[in-house]
């Protein structure tokens, strides 16, 4: 079964650090690009981080110098390293690739950003 699944969210202070990891399976463990989204309730999915084959990684504007995206291709799991956090960070993740002609999505993970 083609799957990603996303962990690693949860409640967080300001200038905190999460690390969310999203596990794949059912597919090659090199399928690229890779992507990390987040979407807080009744706005648009944003596009955090982009991991394309020869790892470079786009940043959304507002999260650069503080996340870190990178992949394990040996676990099939990619990464997104959470630093600095702030409470606009709050939203749920999403890992996404596309592949074989399906656009594959994980369930999410929340991450709420709060003192």
């Known amino acids: 079964q083609v799957q990603l699944k996303e962990s690693g969210g949860g409640l967080a202070q300001p200038g905190g650090s999460l690390r969310l990891s999203c596990a794949a399976s059912?597919?090659?463990?090199?399928?690229?690009?890779v992507y990390w989204y987040r979407q807080v309730l009744g706005k648009q999915r944003e596009l955090v981080a982009r991991v394309t084959e020869d790892r470079t990684i786009y940043y959304l504007d507002s999260v650069k110098g503080r996340f870190t995206a990178s992949t394990d291709n040996a676990k099939n799991t990619v990464y997104l390293q959470m630093n600095s956090l702030n409470p606009e960070d709050t939203a749920v993740y999403y890992c996404n690739v596309f592949w074989n002609g399906n656009d594959i999505w994980g369930q999410g993970t929340q991450v709420t950003v709060s003192s």
């Open positions: 059912g597919f090659p463990s090199n399928v690229y690009p």
